[in-house]
């Protein structure tokens, strides 16, 4: 089992340079299979969800070529199933994105239930409400999502929460319908306006993303297009928390600051310099961590994505520390890992109370999934000693070279292939 041998203690000074967003880039797949034409996608991010939702769409026939470690050329032409189901891709939550595109090009898709990270209950009513409101027929029959329409036409939907998969699938199934939809109490992430504009270069016509209300008029084909994917709002977070814990001085490049506003403000509360350029962040960050407070809330509010990283600064903060988790359930899972290298962190229902704890020691801990598993990483390099961080097939779901980009800005961390492995790294200082 691959594992990540962390020696803590050195600050990160440097640039690292950040990749496509992850959660974009699953929309946007999705949405190129609804062209029968060639779709070029650039800044794809290369991560183990993508190359899933690759497979997958290889899978149903659509033609993949790989122009380089960051492009794809698809081709939705040759798609001969609207039945979606392997192993993977039940793995994975943005499998569902297959049922919108597939349901608005075929008017009929099979795709089985999303799986992702368990954190929380993940319900996906509110997917079926929109197909339904669409005019399709949307049930769950043995493990398989299936909606089909005779006719897919637009209509009026209100979300009863907001939610960043509905939106997407919403909008993908939308775009191909007959008439006009309105899509209310939408979601409003950075990766929903993404998708929006991949679609419109595709022909779509789609108004208000990233508002919440979306307008729709379908259109009865897409076209081809090349498009790039923006930044991953996700990944900068995580490497400016990084920089913090470390007290360190980290540029993050190619991101889009506007998007990083609800954590550079986190930040700047917690005691850290931010300078923003145009396409760049910088985080200095000297002294210890201040206590703050926090909610994860939908965009532009601060991300349940960054809520493990920035709990781990905060374990390290002067002070007393509520975060509250107002969208998932169930993350909260990294704490006790956390409680092993020191931490004191108390959960009641959906809020952890931190008091800062002076330094973390180093120790042996388990990733219980892909964001917690980053912060974890985070919290070993801040941690005195050596930090072994398992269960590494989680990050891997959303970092691309994750330990090679730290190493890059002066961490000490490896990846080990087993526990003689882990030895070894730990005799050589990592
Ligand atoms: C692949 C992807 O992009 N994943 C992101 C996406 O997940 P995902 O799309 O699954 O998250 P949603 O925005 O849909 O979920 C938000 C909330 O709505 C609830 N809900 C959602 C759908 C539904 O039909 N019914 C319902 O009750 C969920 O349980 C949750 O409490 O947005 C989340 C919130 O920003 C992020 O944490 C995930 O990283
Ligand atoms: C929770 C995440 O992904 P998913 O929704 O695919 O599980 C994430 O990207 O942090």
Known sequence: MMQYVIKGGNPLVGDVVIGGAKNAALGILAAAIMSDEDVIIENLPDVRDINVLLEAVEGIGAKVFHMDAHTVRINGSSINTIRVNDDFIKRIRASYYLLG????????????????????????????????GLGARAEVDHGMVVADAAHLSGGHIYLDVVSVGATINIMLAAALAEGNTILENAAKEPHIVDVANMLNSMGANIKGAGTDIIRIKGVPKLHGTTYSIIPDQIEAGTFMFAAAVTKGDVTVKNVIPKHLEAISAKLIEMGCEISEFDDAVRVVCKSRLKYTHVKTLPYPGFPTDMQPQISVALSLAEGTSMVTESIFENRFKYVDELARMGANIKVESNVAVINGVDCLSGADVSAPDLRAGAALVLAGLAAEGHTVVDETKYILRGYERFDEKLRSLGALIEQAEDDKDVARLKLEAV
Do not use: T
């Open 101 to 132: 595109a597939l349901l608005g090009k075929y008017k009929r898709a099979e795709v089985s239930l999303p799986g992702g990270c368990n954190i929380g209950s993940r319900p996906i009513d509110q997917h079926l409400k929109g197909f339904r």
